[in-house]
């Protein structure tokens, strides 16, 4: 067979996804299975697998089909899905496109609306603490269809109980795509309008479609971010939405939001006439009880005699002076005592007296220094005397002059007989010296026998 007859991968696989692309069975799928392998990719395509207990196929889901969903998917969910199948070139692997996915079993605005309300569980927005309700409101917003029936009881309702309070309409959609971002714009208003006592939102009822707008997570964010409490009046009794759970007060009709709105303005009247009565009644016997203590003290011996009120205090105000002339002359005594003191420390301390000591101490000491110098030079002089008499005593001149000399031979002084030579000499005696010719050496026998 020739090399020409043998396809190659790439022609194989683009044959295959053509018999995939024009096979009208496989254009529009219609398949059930358990997600796997699911990993939520932001404002991304959805890559994942569907299998059941035997087989297992690839899927993706483009961004713009994803942000349609009303739920997040998750692994291990069961689900519907629509799309059509056809084959990956670069893998060579077929795979289904989903266009559409709901839950398997429950509907996919309930698997959405349970979703949505864990998480806003989980981040604390339904147990916030919830805004009072004004008892007495000057303006009501109310945002809500200007054509149903809602605007019309929350009208009839409040005009009936309280007609003083001020209405406002905010027009809003309330049903369809484009009702959760009317709604939170309107909400915005109110609040940025910062007039308003009290918000009302609602509408009447429907199915889960028609109030799946107050099930949305920017509208309960923004009920949740409002400054001013929010009436939320969504559905009938047995209707409970994310609005109903974030708002302050929850109504079940809009007649019963006008209600818990506003008071009703004849009771507050009678009220108001009830206290009044109390009030007046109450002062009436204050009034009573303060004349009867008047009268009493009236009738006191203080008032009849005025004087008397205050003779203790004079008496006391004596007792005072008394007291205190006696402290001030105590206090007098004290000090002069204390400075009579104090002048004799200054007397004893005065530095005339203990420069006078110190100069009688200096005059005692330079006589006793001069004494001690006196002594000490006699002293000294004695001693040099000694010790002259005692040089001179034993000065050579002072020997010689007695009939002594010495010999000097070759220059040195001839100390022992034994160092005298037979030949010249010089003869040293008390006045002069002479020279001699040594002829003859005699030794003592004491030096023989040495020798």
Do not use: C
């Amino acid at each position: 067979m020739a090399t020409n007859d043998y396809l190659t991968v790439t022609a194989l696989t683009q044959y295959l996804k053509r018999k995939f692309d024009v096979d009208p069975y496989l254009g529009k799928i219609y398949l059930t299975g358990e997600i796997s392998n699911f990993r939520l990719r932001p404002h991304a395509h959805q890559y994942f697998s569907l299998k059941d207990d035997h087989a297992k196929i690839n899927a993706i889901m483009f961004r713009s089909a994803f942000e349609k969903l009303k739920f997040t998917p998750e692994t291990g969910m069961k689900v519907l899905v629509t799309g059509r199948i056809s084959l990956y070139e670069p893998s060579g692997s077929y795979q289904i496109y989903v266009e559409r996915m709901e839950p398997d079993g429950i509907g996919q605005l309930y698997q959405a609306y349970e979703q949505l309300k864990k998480k806003l569980e989980a981040e604390g927005l339904f147990s916030a603490p919830k805004r009072l309700l004004p008892h007495f409101p000057k303006r009501i917003a109310v945002i809500t269809s200007p054509s149903g029936a809602v605007i019309r009881d929350i009208i009839t309702t409040t005009r009936r109980r309280y007609p003083i309070a001020q209405i406002v309409l905010y027009p809003a959609v309330v049903q369809g795509d484009g009702a959760a971002p009317d709604l939170v714009r309107q909400i915005q208003r109110v609040n940025a309008n910062g007039s308003y006592d009290t918000l009302i939102i609602g509408r009447g009822g429907g199915s889960i479609e028609d109030l799946w707008p107050f099930n949305e997570e920017s509208v309960a964010r923004a009920i949740a971010a409002s400054r001013i409490p929010i009436i939320s009046s969504v559905g009938h009794e047995t209707d409970t939405t994310i609005a109903d759970l974030v708002a302050d007060v929850r109504a079940a009709t809009p007649t019963a939001a006008a209600e818990l709105a506003v008071p009703v303005l004849n009771d507050e009247i009678l009220k108001l006439q009830q206290q009044r009565t109390r009030l007046y009644n109450a002062m009436a016997n204050r009034i009573n009880f303060q004349q009867e203590r008047l009268n009493k003290l009236l009738k006191a011996y203080v008032f009849q005699q005025p004087q008397r009120l205050y003779e203790t205090y004079v008496q006391r105000l004596d007792h005072a002076q008394q007291g205190l002339q006696r402290n001030m002359q105590t206090q007098l005594r004290q000090q002069a005592q204390r400075v009579a003191l104090a002048q004799q420390g200054l007397l004893s301390r005065n530095p005339l007296a203990r420069v006078q000591r110190g100069q009688q101490d200096v005059d005692q000491l330079r006589t006793r220094l001069t004494a001690a110098a006196t002594r000490y030079l006699a002293t000294q002089r004695e001693k040099v005397g000694r010790l002259v008499n005692g040089l001179d005593y034993l000065s050579p001149l002072k020997i010689m002059g007695r009939g002594y000399g010495y010999v000097v031979q070759d220059d040195h002084v001839v100390r022992h007989i034994t160092d005298l030579k037979q030949e010249t000499a010089t003869i040293h005696l008390d006045g002069g010296s002479a020279s001699a010719e040594i002829t003859g050496i005699t030794p003592d026998k004491e030096t023989q026998q040495d020798d």
